[in-house]
């Protein structure tokens, strides 16, 4: 399998413009999970998806954050309008519900100038 | 809620010396423990975990880890490190068994010089 795969892997883009994270999980997987990496506040959970619902948002830090997973093989996570404050590396995991291990993609370094 | 205190935030060491990463947690209800590495511009993969049973745990890679309840601590340790370790290593815990959703320490970074 080819794990879970990201893109971009790198984004630049400027203040008050849209970015859309792309997420495909491994194939079988039904949960899947985005998280936000920074110096500050380390790795946080921002949302997961069971079965392509989304379970637990109380991670999201505004409004400004959306997450999508419109079916079980491709997931979103959408900023607009971005800030620079956004800066981070976002995650994306999967596994199977009830599975103990998550399986990471690569990331994506977002940089909001 | 849970969390998760890693107590160094950076660890030198020489190689082939011994290591220790801290990790303490907090929780009202029992826990399950996770250690994950990050190697430099890759997503975290597992190293081992804590679920039951013996509270000694091996991993990948020749690390390993103990589970205190009594001192709610879930310390890695690895005899003899190698250069290829350097890396940075994440505690995590989880309280739900239905998703082992999980909340992570702010990591360590091991680095191991020659």
């Known amino acids: 399998d080819a794990g879970v795969i990201q893109s971009p892997r790198h984004e630049v883009t400027e203040m008050g413009q849209e970015v859309t994270l792309r997420c495909k999980p491994i194939?079988?997987?039904?949960?899947l999970f985005w998280y936000r990496q920074t110096m500050m506040r380390g790795l946080e959970l921002l949302i997961y998806?069971?079965?392509?619902?989304?379970?637990?948002d109380s991670g999201m830090p505004e409004d400004r954050f959306s997450a999508k997973m419109p079916n079980a093989s491709f997931s979103t996570l959408k900023i607009q309008p971005s800030e620079p404050r956004d800066s981070a590396v976002y995650f994306c995991?999967?596994?199977?519900?009830?599975?103990?291990?998550?399986?990471f993609g690569p990331g994506t370094r977002l940089t909001v100038l | 809620a849970q969390s998760v205190t890693q107590l160094d935030s950076q660890v030198p060491v020489f190689e082939e010396a011994p290591v220790e990463l801290r990790c303490n947690y907090s929780s009202s209800v029992s826990v399950y423990l996770f250690w994950y590495v990050q190697y430099p511009n890759q997503g975290l993969q597992l190293l081992l975990k804590?679920?039951?049973?013996?509270?000694l745990v091996k991993g990948i890679n020749g690390f390993e880890a103990e589970f205190n309840k009594s001192q709610t601590s879930f310390h890695l340790r690895k005899p003899s490190v190698h250069i290829s370790d350097t890396a940075e290593y994440f505690c995590?815990?989880?309280?739900?068994?239905?998703?082992?959703?999980?909340?992570f320490g702010k990591g360590t970074l091991l680095t191991v010089n020659p």
């Open positions: 998806f069971n079965n392509n619902v989304p379970i637990d």
């Open positions: 995590a815990v989880s309280v739900d068994r239905s998703n082992y959703k999980l909340t």
């Open positions: 804590y679920l039951s049973g013996s509270t």
């Open positions: 194939s079988g997987h039904n949960s």
């Open positions: 995991a999967s596994n199977t519900p009830g599975e103990d291990t998550q399986y």
